[in-house]
């Protein structure tokens, strides 16, 4: 089992700047592929983007490519969410999740474990 803990959302003026950590504890970090989705209100949960578990590869929304930047420390088991020039429309909750694939996963089905979400609130 893993359990995973987001922290670092919060309310930020338009074009600022914010960086989620996803803390995880249980199996060993490295073995899984770590991923951030986002859900606004009405709307179905999307991708965001999502790291291998060796760090090598990373996927984005090609939207949000060239914003937003997956990372991860394995020795701190930690994955991270860098995201910068924020608009009103990337307001949501953001989840980060594990997945039993070693390599990026774009659809929530492929997710085994999810965090409790942070807000993410962009006023313009």
């Known amino acids: 089992q893993v359990q995973l803990v987001e922290t670092g959302g919060g309310l930020v003026q338009a074009g600022g700047s914010l960086r989620l950590s996803c803390a995880a504890s249980?199996?060993?970090?490295?073995?899984?592929?770590m991923g951030w989705l986002r859900q606004a209100p009405g709307k179905e949960r999307e991708f965001v983007a999502a790291?291998?578990?060796?760090?090598?590869?990373?996927l984005y929304a090609g939207s949000l490519k060239g914003r937003f930047t997956v990372s991860r420390d394995n020795a701190k088991n930690t994955a991270y969410l860098q995201m910068s020039s924020l608009k009103p429309e990337d307001t949501a909750v953001y989840y980060c999740?594990?997945?039993?694939?070693?390599?990026?996963?774009?659809?929530?089905?492929?997710?085994?474990?999810w965090g409790q979400g942070t807000q993410v609130t962009v006023s313009s």
């Open positions: 249980g199996r060993t970090f490295d073995s899984y592929s």
């Open positions: 790291i291998s578990g060796s760090g090598g590869s990373t």
């Open positions: 999740a594990a997945s039993n694939f070693r390599l990026p996963q774009i659809l929530p089905r492929e997710y085994q474990y």
